[in-house]
């Protein structure tokens, strides 16, 4: 099947976006779905010695039993439902890999966001792969060079699209979902990984 796609032009970068990757259809049905029968929590964080409320809900599936840690958090995972392993396979496609977690990010308003970060935790691997797909309401994604962060770039991610990271992406780049004064409604962003 054909499968519409961007590929970002990022100096060190590997990012792809399949914006139409599931149908509508199958977007409004998964975002319905995840959003009643996952098991979301929010976690505290700790940022220069302060604790905080998480700014987005979490959870963690994986079929390793293995747990990911990450600003201090760690997450000991669900086992993969049948919607997210029908997702998981789809996405494993695209990917070329076998994937053992999905982190789930709940945004519920415009004040949710997931500060600038990489996802190089060391195990991730050296050069990991990570597949990101969105559902319900749009939010952009934005990126900036580690050693020039005048160096940026930003992708609007829309309900049923696939963005893929991969090759030295983590080792250059950082990526952010920003908080927004829009009003935006929720979205459900799952991001595929390998945990060694």
Known sequence: MFQEKLVLDLPQGNVIYYPLFFSMEEADQYFQV???KVPWQLDQIK?????YDQPRLTSLFANNGKSYSYSGITMTPNTFSPELLQIKRKVEEMAGTDFTTCLLNLYRD???S?????DDEKELGKNPIIASVSFGASRYFHL????????????LLEHGSLLLMQGETQHFWQHQIAKTAKKVGERINLTFRVIH
């Open 34 to 36: 995840l959003k009643e």
């Open 110 to 112: 415009g004040k949710d």
């Open 114 to 118: 997931n500060g600038w970060h990489a």
């Open 144 to 155: 900036r060079y580690k050693s020039d962060k005048a160096k940026k770039h930003k992708i």
């Open 47 to 51: 940022v220069f010695g302060k604790t």
